[in-house]
Structure formats: structure tokens, C-alpha cells
């Protein structure tokens, strides 16, 4: 589904040049939920952003479905870290998430129906009226998250989705995405610095190394489903990844670059 | 409403007091607010006001409305150009410097006495605010906006309107103020009909009272012009002020 074959990122040039990735090799299935852990500033946002079609890559190819990007493909939506920022203020939350519907074939009532149905998939149903700033800061991570559902992407982005919220509620929103991905068929690659996070969430698990990135690890979790926040992160496999994913990303640290 | 209207209070005081004054003065150069109230009673009555207040409004309604377009057009082109405002920001830096009464005399040069030099005066003091304003608040638009846009296909350029319309509107506020400053100067100096000349002609028949009058009426002017535009900037920015009160 995507494959992203020698990719390397360079940061202007010079000797003042910054190598964010290197000769880094991934491929994701088709309907894979596939989590990316590695130390900040490893190069996980220009990864990201290679694939989104944000930036131009410096070296190698992401192609999706086949298809060589050079800009955001149309069956691609991103879910940023910052709502705040993401979410137009000067909208209502039905807009937001309606908005990016008017390039596909569909009139104004079926845009509309389509935006409720994913508000309500997310559980805010009721919100639509509300303008973003007016929504907590979980709801609002709710919010992007329907306007990418809403979309039907083939291909979904999360960039440290859940950096941004409490504890609580980034459990909520952990479970949320399990449990959006049952209903749409979609590949999902999220991003994340949070290791018990990516075992939890993923169907695998691939680690980065520090800048210049490239893959160090790259786990299958094999964790029963549906998951649970309590069970899950109690059983002996769950605890054996977390240590493992643990063990690579920390050894990443303390070995300079 | 009538909490609000209760904070006025200072407002007829002040009118008591100018009135009290100026009467125990009699002062010829001040009269008391009765004696221009009864001038501008008068004037409605005797002459054709509509003859100058109307060709007066509609040279401010004109000129604000192509400067405020083209500031908005050009500052959010230079705001999201960065080659194309080093070039040219150094050149909107001495422009907006320069008083635009000062340039009257140049305008009396190249344009013909009576509305083009009123237009070209007016469009010159509102093109600034709102051009400069404009540039800030398009170039200060969050790169996630725009990320987002890309990422959904959205019309790039309606996200950096939506994002920079409170910088642009702090601009066109102030060049409400400004365009009527110009509408009056460019009459003092250039015109031969327009409250500004009416003014000018009271000034030289020493009738101070209707000298008076102008002014008041501008300052009458001033404030509507001013609440109209504030109404229009809540509705649009409805979502700005949620926002920030938030």
C-alpha cells in the first residue's frame, strides 16, 4: 500500500546541513495499523511530511497504491498534533469537517450527512453547531480525527495525535482510533514518542533511529482484540513488546550518533 | 441598552458646561452649542445641504472602498510573497511615512481640481493602514492552516484570507478615520462643493456659527461611520472575539 524505498531528507546544505533522514526503507499493508516510535528529533515529522507530499524529499521515492507522490495524493488525510492549529477557528465543527468533502461528488446535503454521520462516529454527535474554540482540547482532536474519517482516505496520517492531551483522554482517544479503523477500511501510520502508546495501538510496531533516520526495529505486535487499557497492558506479551520497543529506542540514546 | 446609555451621562454635562463657558465668555470665535444648533437648524431649512453632504459621501464611500480592495489585494500579495516584499517593503515603508496631506500640493500637479484630486487624496491615506495591515496579518498566517489546506486541497488562498481578516480588519478600521480626515482636507484645499468647502466659505464670510457647524457634523459623521463599521467587523469576526474571550 505504501512503500518508501531509500528515502533521505537533507536540510539545506553546507556544513550547516541537517540530515533528518538516510537511506530509510518501509513498506506498510494494506489495511495495517502500523505505529513509528523513535527519539525526538529523529526525524519522525519530515518522515511524515515526505509522505504526506508536504516536502520534497532530497533522495529515494514514496509511492502509494503505486503511485509516486509528488503532492498530497487525494486519498490521503493527515491528523496533526496541534488541533488548535488545525481545526479553522472561523468555522463551526460541521464546516471543518465538511469543508474538504466539496472537491469529491457530492452536493451540499450529502456533505452535511456525511460530516454528521463521522461527528457522531467520533461521538459528537452534537457539536456541529459549536465553533472548535468552544470544544475541549480531547473533543477537538475528536474533531480533526472525523474530518479525516469523513474524507475516506485510503491512507491515514497521525502525527503524535494525542501529544497535546491528558492522560485520560488519550486513552479515550487510543481506543477511538481501534475502534474507528473496524468500521473503515483504511491503512493507518501514526506517529508517536510514547512506546507503551505504539504497542497498544499497533498491528506493528517499527522503531527510528536518532537523526538521520532510519529503521532500527520493526515488531509485529500480535496482542489480542479487541484491546483494553486495563487487560491489555497487563498481559505478559504487551509488557515483553513495551520492553523491547523500550530497550531500542532508549539504546538509541545513550549510543552518540 | 439603557445601563449603556447611562454611562453618556458625562456627555450633556460637557455640553452644559461649553455652553455655561463660552455664553459668560463671549468669546465670537466659540459660540455656545445653542447658537450652532440653531445655525445648522437654519441652514437645513434655508439651504440645499444634500448638495454637499451627498457629493462629500459618496467621494469617502468610493475612494475607501478601491483603496481598502487594493490594500487588501496587495498586502496579502506582498504577506505571502517574501521575494516580492524585500523588494518592495522598503518602498510601502516611505509611502506610509509620508503624511498624505503633505502631498496635496503634488495631487493639485497631476489632478484636475474637484473629485479626482478628492478620490486620488482619499486613496492614498487609506491604502497604507490597510496595506501594511493586510501584509502583517498574511504573512503571520500559522504554517498548519496551510498544511492542512494542502492536505485536503483547499483553496489556499481563502485560508490566508480567513486567517489574516483580524489584522485586516484592525487595518480598515483605521482607515475609516483616515478617509474622512482626507474627504475634509481635500475639500478645505480643492473643492468647490463638499462640507469641507462650506466650511472654507463660512470661514471667509465670518460666519462662525456655521464654521461650527461643519465640525460638529463631522464629528457627528465620524462616530456613525465608525459604529457602522464596527457592526460589520463584529458579525465577520464573530468567531475571532469567542476566541480571544475564551
Redesign the interface.
Known amino acids: 500500500m505504501l512503500e518508501i524505498s531509500n528515502l533521505s531528507h537533507v536540510y539545506g546544505s553546507g556544513p550547516g546541513a541537517h540530515h533528518a533522514i538516510e537511506g530509510l526503507n518501509l513498506s506498510v499493508a494494506e489495511g495495517e495499523l502500523l505505529c513509528i516510535v523513535g527519539p525526538s528529533g529523529a526525524g519522525k515529522s519530515t518522515l511524515l511530511r515526505s509522505i ?3 516536502i520534497q524529499p532530497t533522495g529515494g521515492e514514496v509511492r502509494i497504491e503505486g503511485k509516486l507522490v509528488k ?2 495524493p ?1 486519498n ?3 491528523v ?1 498534533q ?1 488541533y488548535s ?2 481545526l ?4 463551526s465543527v460541521a464546516d471543518n469537517v465538511a ?2 468533502l466539496r ?1 469529491k461528488k457530492m452536493d451540499k446535503q450529502q456533505r452535511r450527512a456525511a460530516a454528521q454521520e463521522a461527528l457522531e462516529s467520533v461521538g459528537l454527535a452534537e457539536a456541529g453547531k459549536k ?1 472548535p ?2 470544544l475541549s482540547g480531547g473533543m477537538q482532536q475528536r474533531v480533526a480525527i472525523a ?1 479525516a474519517l469523513a ?1 475516506r482516505p485510503a491512507l491515514m496520517l497521525m502525527d503524535e495525535p494525542f501529544g497535546s492531551v491528558d492522560a485520560q483522554t488519550r486513552e479515550d482517544l487510543e481506543d477511538l482510533v481501534l475502534q474507528v479503523r473496524g468500521h473503515h477500511k483504511m491503512t493507518i501510520v501514526l506517529i508517536t514518542h510514547d512506546i507503551d502508546e505504539s504497542v497498544y495501538v499497533g498491528d506493528r510496531v517499527v522503531v527510528l533511529s536518532k537523526a538521520p533516520a532510519h529503521v532500527v526495529g520493526d515488531l509485529k505486535v500480535e496482542l489480542a482484540s479487541p484491546r483494553d487499557q486495563i487487560t491489555t497492558r497487563e498481559h505478559s506479551d504487551f509488557v515483553h513488546l513495551r520492553a523491547e520497543v523500550g530497550r531500542l529506542v532508549r539504546g538509541l540514546e545513550r549510543t552518540p550518533a | 441598552m439603557i445601563r449603556r446609555l447611562a454611562w453618556y451621562w458625562l456627555i450633556p454635562v460637557a455640553a452644559l458646561a461649553w455652553e455655561v463657558v463660552t455664553r459668560s465668555a463671549g468669546a465670537v470665535y466659540f459660540p455656545p452649542p445653542s447658537t450652532i444648533l440653531a445655525r445648522m437648524r437654519e441652514m437645513a431649512a434655508t439651504e440645499d445641504v444634500a448638495a454637499d453632504l451627498v457629493p462629500s459621501l459618496a467621494r469617502l464611500a468610493v475612494g475607501w472602498a478601491l483603496a481598502a480592495a487594493a490594500g487588501v489585494a496587495l498586502g496579502v500579495l506582498l504577506g505571502r510573497s517574501p521575494l516580492l516584499a524585500k523588494l518592495v517593503e522598503p518602498m510601502v515603508h516611505f509611502g506610509r511615512s509620508v503624511p498624505p496631506a503633505a502631498l496635496l500640493p503634488v495631487f493639485l500637479v497631476f489632478f484636475k481640481v474637484g473629485t479626482p484630486i478628492q478620490l486620488a487624496a482619499i486613496v492614498y491615506g487609506v491604502l497604507w493602514p490597510v496595506l501594511v495591515n493586510s501584509m502583517d496579518g498574511a504573512r503571520h498566517v500559522d504554517t498548519q492552516y496551510l498544511d492542512t489546506a494542502q492536505v485536503f486541497h483547499l483553496p489556499r488562498w481563502r485560508v490566508v484570507l480567513a486567517a489574516a481578516a483580524p489584522k485586516i480588519f484592525a487595518g480598515l478600521r483605521l482607515s475609516v478615520a483616515l478617509a474622512l480626515i482626507m474627504m475634509v482636507i481635500s475639500e478645505l484645499y480643492a473643492s468647490s462643493e463638499g462640507i469641507g468647502h462650506r466650511m472654507r466659505e463660512a470661514e471667509g464670510s465670518v460666519d462662525i456659527p456655521a464654521m461650527w457647524a461643519g465640525i460638529v457634523l463631522l464629528g457627528v459623521l465620524g462616530v456613525v461611520l465608525n459604529g457602522l463599521f464596527l457592526a460589520v467587523e463584529r458579525r465577520a469576526l464573530r468567531w475571532h472575539r469567542g476566541r480571544t474571550a475564551a
Open positions: 504526506a507530499g508536504l503532492q498530497t487525494d490521503l488525510a493527515v496533526f496541534d492549529r488545525s479553522f477557528p472561523w468555522m469543508l474538504p472537491r465553533y474554540f468552544q474530518r474524507y
